[in-house]
């Protein structure tokens, strides 16, 4: 009897909530150059060297100022410890992410994964 009433209430007990912010993700390991926009008269985008990471695994990243972690949640994406910590970003697709300011709003900086056509 016991058993059974377990069973019972596990059934019923239905899916499990996803965090608040969407479901726990991950982003594909690579570089991420920053840059801020350029204009019409130069540049598409300028460089922003100190706000480089590379992805390394799928809560993982590094600096040259060192590692830490991240946490993606739904398309808002944390650095929750090392050199980028607090930092937060918006994903806008798979390999395009925009700096996120203390109210969520997207800021100017991008930062685009490196692929084999945009290194």
Sequence with gaps: MKSALTLILLASAGPVLAVPGGPIGWLNPG???????????????????????????????RTTAGRGTYLLTGNVLVFTSGPK???????????????????????????????????
């Design 85 to 119: 910590y607090g930092e937060a970003f918006n994903r806008i697709t798979d390999g395009f992410l925009r700096k996120s300011d203390a109210s969520g709003a997207n800021t100017s900086l991008r930062c685009v994964r490196r692929v084999m056509n945009n290194s």
């Design 31 to 61: 570089t991420y150059l920053c840059e801020q926009p350029g204009d019409a008269g130069g540049a598409v985008g300028l460089h922003v060297v100190g706000e480089d990471f590379e992805i390394v695994n799928a809560n993982t990243y």
